[in-house]
């Protein structure tokens, strides 16, 4: 581990207190420039709704009278969980490791919908069962084999879970540094809706009926399964549980962990975000309650098909883009949602005025 970290608006931390440093505030002088352009367009104030909307918070975030998302940079984070083990999953967790494979040779959904963005794709493995050795596109930031299993053990070590959040970190500093202007973050492991579900349990103390969901498409028993799970590990952790970082160490993953710290590093930086589903969710709540402010950089892609998604989009006070009945991860939601945004931009920028035009009526 690595004694300090230098970040890239030049200030030197701890790896334990990086996190704390507050988000960047919008640019509220050009968000108002951004106002005033919407009400001079050939179009009714408001016609366009959200699309006007999206477009003048862009402008805000980066600064940007006229925004673009020309750079837009997905990072997948995978990990396995130890609770695994107790069948909350449909699937083994070997396909962890296959899917970080698949990935790589380019047959997964995020990296079609990548190819389709002409965005950067990067695989992160943070901590699968094994390791996949070298592969192309794939990053290597492994923080252990997977977590332990949460019902009777920390999922991370404090350690552990400092190398998961600045492997996020890293990456937002890197796509930064090569000029990103929004950032996705996924996710693969096998049994990480049961760690999202957890973290959902512990930040909106709720009862584990009310956070569990198929995930993977689990049955009537693997449901049970998955809430006797999250009843045992939110009992053993009870009594660090009004702590936020204590909470994600012992309920979340390390691919949780990462994005948590990604989120939080994008909001100090000035990226705007594009939040994913269900479990990408749980890490922007986790991001939340450690470092505050930073859900004003985020834009949530799209209604989750997981039931408890809806309590996530709540406490985050964000409403989705889009509903497609999607419950894939990988980031595959927020990219569907990147067209959304840059047609918000398109017509912010290149749409005429009322005195461009020649048209009556304008402001």
């Known amino acids: 581990m690595q ?31 951004a106002q005033q352009r919407q009400l001079k367009l050939t179009k009714p104030p408001g016609s366009l709704g959200r699309l006007e909307s999206l477009a003048i918070t862009l402008a805000a975030m980066q600064g940007n009278p006229q925004p673009t998302l020309n750079k837009v940079g997905i990072v997948i984070f995978a990990a396995d969980h130890g609770v695994a083990a107790h069948g909350v999953s449909a699937f083994p967790q070997a396909v962890t490791v296959e899917m970080i494979r698949n990935f790589s040779r380019g047959g997964a959904a995020i990296t079609v919908l990548a190819r389709q963005l ?46 998961a959040m600045a492997a996020g970190c890293e990456q937002i500093e890197q796509l930064h540094h090569s000029g990103g202007n929004l950032f996705i973050g996924g996710e ?21 009926q009310q956070a569990v969901g198929p ?20 009992a053993f952790h009870q009594g660090v549980l009004h702590d936020p970082l204590a909470t994600l160490q012992c309920l979340g993953g390390f691919e949780i962990a990462a994005l948590t710290g ?4 994008a ?27 930073v859900e004003g950089w985020f834009f949530l892609a799209h209604h989750s098909a997981e039931p408890a998604h809806a309590i996530l989009c709540r406490m985050l006070g964000k409403e989705p883009l889009l509903n497609l009945g999607m419950r894939l991860g990988e980031g595959s939601g927020a990219a569907m949602a990147v067209p959304l945004l840059r047609m918000a931009c398109a017509l912010h920028n290149e749409m005429a005025t009322f005195a461009q035009a020649g048209v009556s009526g304008g402001a």
């Open 215 to 234: 995930g993977t498409g689990v049955d009537a028993a693997g449901l049970q399964r998955k809430i006797a799970a999250l009843q045992s590990a939110l």
């Open 188 to 208: 693969m492991g096998i049994g990480n809706t049961t760690s999202a579900s957890a973290l959902l349990c512990a930040y909106a103390h709720i009862e584990p």
């Open 267 to 293: 909001a100090q930086l000035g990226m705007p975000v594009l939040v994913d589903g269900f479990i990408c969710s749980a890490a922007a709540l986790a991001a939340q309650r450690l470092c505050p402010g």
């Open 262 to 265: 990604a989120y939080i590093r």
């Open 3 to 33: 004694s300090t970290i230098t970040l890239s608006i030049g200030i030197t931390m701890q790896p334990s207190s990086w996190f704390q440093a507050p988000p960047k505030a919008l640019d509220q002088h050009t968000q108002h420039i």
């Open 118 to 163: 002409a965005a950067q794709l990067t695989v992160v493995d943070v901590g699968a069962l094994s390791d996949v050795g070298p592969l192309p596109g794939v990053i290597s930031r492994r923080c252990g084999a997977g977590t332990a299993d949460f019902r009777s053990q920390p999922a991370m070590q404090p350690t552990t879970l400092a190398q």
